[in-house]
């Protein structure tokens, strides 16, 4: 059974910083591409950071290129978001997900999905 399981969202002042953590199992985590997605009320869960297999290859949404960074940890079956400077606009539910290949961009790419974490960014 493949669990990905989320932690590290809270509440914090806008310019303030959160790492997120996932931590999976029940997959072999160092053969796929792990991502970050972020979801609001209403909205679609949107693309914000992917990692290949080694950890090497890294893309992230223009709206957190030079602010978040994701990376991983193969011993350690964990993949992590650095989320710095935050914004208000920031704010959502943030999943982790396992694409089950080498990369992958698209949400529906991704096979498997953790339950969320909040992050909120106040003003």
């Known amino acids: 059974q493949v669990q990905l399981v989320e932690s590290g969202g809270g509440l914090v002042q806008a310019g303030g910083s959160l790492r997120l953590s996932c931590a999976v199992s029940g997959l072999t985590f160092s053969s796929t591409a792990m991502g970050w997605f972020r979801q609001t009320p209403g909205q679609e869960r949107e693309f914000v950071a992917a990692?290949?297999?080694?950890?090497?290859?890294?893309y992230y949404a223009n709206s957190v290129k030079g602010r978040f960074t994701i990376s991983r940890d193969n011993a350690k079956n964990t993949v992590y978001l650095q989320m710095n400077t935050l914004k208000p606009e920031d704010s959502a539910v943030y999943y982790c997900?396992?694409?089950?290949?080498?990369?992958?961009?698209?949400?529906?790419?991704?096979?498997?999905w953790g339950q969320g974490t909040q992050v909120t960014v106040s003003a």
């Open positions: 997900a396992a694409a089950g290949a080498a990369m992958a961009l698209r949400r529906n790419d991704y096979k498997y």
């Open positions: 990692v290949g297999t080694s950890g090497a290859v890294r």
